[in-house]
């Protein structure tokens, strides 16, 4: 197989590259190197063994760790609540040896990690708003050492290089009807010394923010969730900066004293000072501008004539994407810590499986206070008759009480022909079917409407005339919101950032073009890389023949990420969660990473999965929805080649690749 590369360009930074790689699924932070290789190498990857629940859509297989001195695997398994034991001792045919179950009554395991015969385990409490815990087991024997309180919704779980702590992501998710939104946080917890339990548990908050939240809202932190849903939503009721913020992922630096989080729905990082326990910084993201060259998206899965999906690569202007990273990781060169991300995209919908939250009169609103929604398809959200037209539909509640409508800014939109017609305000740009020469083909993109309309100083709206002009005399029973951003879902990406939260590097539109054939790399899907990618571009893990039908949400959706030494080379590997298959990136010069590879493991693209399940032919699937991913050194793989582990939550799979180095030519 042919070895891609982005550049031609020779390896210009190989010295200096040290210490984690890590922040992977397994939590382990340990990226230990084979020895090094003479020169640079190209790596891909092969399928080298499966182990399957049979288990279809019910998330059998999501967070990996990976055991090296029992040569076991560790699989959260949510549909049991448990994590799955897995011998890998041969790992083209791994087999279940049991499973570890929390004895907390009606609790989940949400994560899992493994540190020099550790294992500590993530446990979610029932309901999610009460404290969770983190326990500490006996790698070897499975017996449970310790157990400490943690925040709500312990979301993921890894140790420190050094293993002196476990750090715990509290994410604090709110209650459906949002009524409950409890503090997220970080658990700084300190493993004894000689393993037989826990230390001290600290707790890392975000409530010493408070007093600068303005300012970080105005710098581009996303704190926008209501503060009481039983009122009516504005700039006046938002949640405190420590119920918003949502932490996700952890990854730790090589010297185990700093430590940076995801705040995915936040689209920031957090940086943690592990020794006090303290966050320090709530770093912004930033935007990714879909009107700039390299960053083309397809934005809609109907954008053919009559409705029929269709590529339509374009720079949008005035469009942006929200980076949202999922998973996150870390590595160091020249003693410079990079973060590594996985950018999915996440919207808050909570309540949106409630009848009563959306209404059942076409001639009111629905209640708010059953839930809150924040992602609307553009086109309902500039349709010049106003909000009333999608009442007891897909209108969010809180929406509808701030204004009337929504218009696009002329000035922005100008190119899809907003504020050209009066009749028709936002022009062709809320249309489905792309049209280059008019700009049409935003209409199904979803985006978020709790930001991008112009405000006042205090962050209520300016309103508008159904013309779209300024009318001081507006309120919100008679005025329209101007849009002059509209922030979309994830980056359809994966970034690099330094660290202080500043974009080093990012893949633009290199995963959707690549994708769709539109690169100078070949792409072919199946354990045999048989398929051309484009026939089943931007498709859903759950469907059959799904071309083009993420376009209108978070294209591919990259969720997972890990990261590995061979040699002197750091790689990077992403997973992506709707359509599938792992991207493989050399990214040991931070400002120019490679593109080594993607193998993509779904076998059957034509036979709804649903279908092959009910009828006991699940494994012809392959592997559907990778969520957590593992990298396994040389030196700890059983076959003494490194291995990358997958566990895959559609398919209920776990995966081992084989990952094979060569030389570069």
């Not at 930074?13 to 020895?35: F, I, Q, R, T």
């Not at 978020?448 to 100083?457: E, L, N």
């Not at 949400?553 to 709707?578: D, S, V």
């Amino acid at each position: 197989m042919k070895r891609w590369m982005m550049s031609a360009t020779a390896l210009a930074v190989a010295a200096g590259l040290s210490g984690c790689l890590g922040g992977s699924g397994g939590g382990s932070n340990d990226g230990v190197a084979a020895p090094p290789a003479a020169g640079p190498q190209d790596i891909e990857l092969s399928l080298l063994g499966r182990y399957s629940t049979g288990a279809y859509e019910v998330s059998a297989a999501e967070i990996p760790a990976f055991d090296p001195v029992n040569q076991r695997i560790f699989m959260v398994n949510a549909r049991s609540g448990a994590v799955d034991v897995l011998d890998a001792s041969n790992p083209a045919t791994p087999t279940l040896l049991g499973s570890l179950a929390t004895e907390i009554s009606a609790a989940t395991i949400n994560s899992v990690a493994w540190r020099d015969g550790l294992l500590a385990v993530a446990v979610e409490a029932s309901p999610k708003t009460s404290p969770g815990s983190v326990e500490l087991y006996d790698a070897t024997t499975l017996t449970l050492i310790d157990r400490v309180q943690v925040g709500a919704l312990p979301d993921m779980v890894t140790f420190t290089p050094d293993g002196r702590y476990v750090l715990v992501a509290n994410e604090g998710e709110p209650s459906n009807d949002y009524s409950v939104d409890p503090e997220g946080s970080i658990s700084v917890v300190e493993v004894l010394a000689d393993g037989s339990g826990f230390g001290t548990a600290r707790v890392a908050g975000f409530g010493h923010f408070e007093a600068q939240k303005q300012q970080l809202i105005e710098r581009g932190v996303r704190i926008y969730g209501p503060g009481d849903n039983r009122e009516v939503y504005g700039p006046d009721n938002l949640a405190s900066v420590a119920r918003d913020v949502e932490p996700e992922y952890i990854t730790v630096s090589p010297d185990s004293s700093t430590a940076w989080v995801s705040l995915q729905e936040n689209n920031a990082l957090a940086r943690l000072d592990i020794a006090s326990a303290t966050i320090t910084d709530i770093l912004p993201l930033g935007y990714k501008d879909y009107g700039q060259a390299g960053n083309q998206i397809d934005a809609s899965d109907e954008d053919g004539p009559a409705g029929a999906p269709a590529l339509n690569f374009q720079s949008w202007p005035g469009v942006v994407g929200m980076y949202h990273p999922d998973a996150i990781a870390s590595y160091s060169v020249e003693d410079r810590t990079y973060i590594v991300s996985a950018n999915e995209g996440d919207a808050r919908a909570w309540g949106e499986d409630d009848d009563a939250y959306w209404g059942s009169d076409d001639s009111l609103p629905g209640d708010r206070s059953k839930g809150f929604v924040e992602e609307i398809r553009l086109k309902h959200l500039v349709h010049h008759n106003g909000f009333s037209r999608r009442y007891a539909d897909d209108m969010p509640p809180q929406l509808a009480e701030l204004a009337r409508g929504a218009l696009l800014d002329p000035a922005v939109f100008s190119y899809c022909g907003a504020g050209l017609d009066p009749s028709r305000p936002s022009g062709s740009c809320r249309e489905d079917e792309a049209d280059p020469a008019s700009g049409a083909g935003l209409g199904r993109l979803n985006v978020s409407w709790v930001q991008g309309y112009k405000t006042q100083a205090d962050g209520s709206p300016v309103y508008h005339d159904a013309a779209g002009n300024p009318d001081p005399t507006a309120d919100a029973s008679n005025g329209y919101l101007m849009y002059h951003t509209l922030h979309s879902y994830g980056a359809r990406s994966f970034s690099i950032w330094d660290e202080d939260g500043e974009l080093v590097w990012d893949s633009g539109d290199f995963f959707e073009k690549f994708l769709a054939g539109q690169t100078d790399y070949q792409c072919l899907l199946g354990e045999d890389r048989s398929i051309p990618c484009l026939e089943y571009f931007n498709s859903g893990h759950n469907e059959a023949n799904g071309f083009d039908s993420r376009s209108d949400a978070k294209g591919p959706e990259p969720e997972g990420i890990a990261l590995g030494r061979i040699g002197e080379q750091a790689f990077a590997f992403i997973g992506l969660e709707r359509m599938g298959g792992i991207m493989v990136f050399d990214i040991t010069d931070p400002n120019q990473p490679l593109f080594q590879d993607y193998l993509n493991t779904r076998n059957n693209w034509v036979d709804e999965p649903e279908e092959l399940a009910a009828a006991g032919r699940l494994d012809e699937a392959g592997d559907l929805g990778p969520e957590g991913l593992a990298f396994v050194s040389a030196e700890d793989s059983p076959t003494g080649e490194p291995l990358l582990i997958v566990g895959n939550e559609v398919s209920g799979t776990t995966a081992i690749f084989q990952i094979h180095p060569s030389e570069r030519k």
